[in-house]
């Protein structure tokens, strides 16, 4: 498959960066102290999620990737940092808020079962959150395109704003959004919806035309140049004014469909910050997110893959 050059793409990406850790170890008792077991740690692995791994897949492209977010002042933070900037190749820029937690999602699990999942996340502050927008106004002039990945965590209340800054310079702006109310994504270029994101903010559907009815109609409310709606293993579907393009899934074998989501709004955003159109993103974008479903672990994808050689 040809591809446009991907160099001298620049993606703005701002959002809510996780910490995806996993303690992996074996149990051989019961704890004395509670009838739980006891988990011997031998192996710990640490990832970039949420943004961070939006981010990070923008890179493994080839294409440039700076990346706009809030952490705590904390270990978890510089872990990511570290992750990021080092072999991620991503322009990080990580405001410290020295009041919360960086978002940690901790696994730990024995013998592929994972036992117990544990949460670290707060809301970041005001005060960082406007240090924040700041700077995304001064960054804006150097970006292609701008991709905000919503992942709920409050890193994002300034987004309609963002959103209306980068659009008042003609850039196009894709959200991977979240929860039910989609009125702060007002004017964005592009929405990208996984199947229950959408049912969440337009109800059900029993039928493809059903499905293109409350499409249509959430896109012309939002005004939006396009909807995505990415539906796992029925690939994806684009609706624009007076148009519906649906892409099949290509995944010949599927392992770990965790991230896809984040692969293939990255993927997207790296194809139009490089000069193609809609349809033709959509379809390499699809392509991308088949690819890193056959995978464990890493989650990206690279150029070389995606041409199939
Ligand atoms: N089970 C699957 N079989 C084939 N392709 C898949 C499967 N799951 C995901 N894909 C591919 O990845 C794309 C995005 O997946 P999905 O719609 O599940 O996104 P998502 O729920 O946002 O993912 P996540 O939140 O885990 O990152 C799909 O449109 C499809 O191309
Ligand atoms: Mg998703």
Redesign the pocket.
């Known amino acids: 498959m040809k591809l446009p050059s991907f160099e001298n793409a620049r993606v703005l990406v701002v959002g809510d960066v996780m910490l995806d850790r996993y303690w992996f170890g074996d149990v051989e008792r019961i704890s004395p102290e509670a009838p739980v077991p006891v988990l011997k740690v031998s192996r710990v692995e640490e990832r970039p999620g949420g943004a961070a791994n939006v981010a990070r897949n923008i890179a493994a492209l080839g294409a440039q990737a700076t990346l706009l977010s809030v952490v705590g002042d904390d270990e978890a933070g510089h872990c990511l940092e570290k992750l990021l900037v080092g072999q991620g190749g991503v322009n990080a820029s990580l405001h410290r808020d020295p009041g919360i937690s960086t978002t940690v999602k901790l696994r730990a699990v024995a013998r592929q079962q994972q036992l117990l999942r544990i949460d670290f996340e707060t809301a970041p502050s005001h005060e960082v959150l406007n240090a924040k927008l700041a700077e995304f106004r001064i960054r804006l002039a150097d970006a292609d395109v701008v991709l905000l990945s919503d992942y709920g965590k409050g890193g994002l209340t300034h987004i309609a704003e963002m959103i209306r800054l980068a659009r008042a310079q003609g850039k196009p702006v894709l959200v991977d959004p979240k929860g039910d109310d989609y009125a702060r994504y007002q004017g964005a270029t592009l929405l990208t919806p996984?199947?229950s994101e959408f049912r969440e903010v337009a109800g059900g559907w029993k039928s493809n035309d059903e499905l293109t009815a409350k499409a249509q109609q959430l896109r012309v409310e939002l005004g939006l140049e396009a909807l995505l709606v990415?539906?796992?293993?029925e690939?994806?579907t684009l609706f624009r004014a007076g148009d519906v393009y649906h892409e099949a899934?290509?995944?010949r074998e599927?392992f770990d469909?965790?991230?896809?989501?984040?692969t293939?709004i990255a993927t997207l955003a790296v194809m139009l910050a490089s000069g193609a159109d809609m349809a033709e993103s959509v379809h390499v974008a699809?392509r991308a997110?088949?690819i890193v479903?056959g995978k464990l672990g890493t989650a990206v994808v690279s150029r070389d893959e995606l041409e199939g050689v």
């Open positions: 996984n199947r990415t539906r796992s293993e690939g994806m899934a290509q995944a599927v469909v965790s991230g896809a989501g984040d293939v699809n997110g088949g479903v």
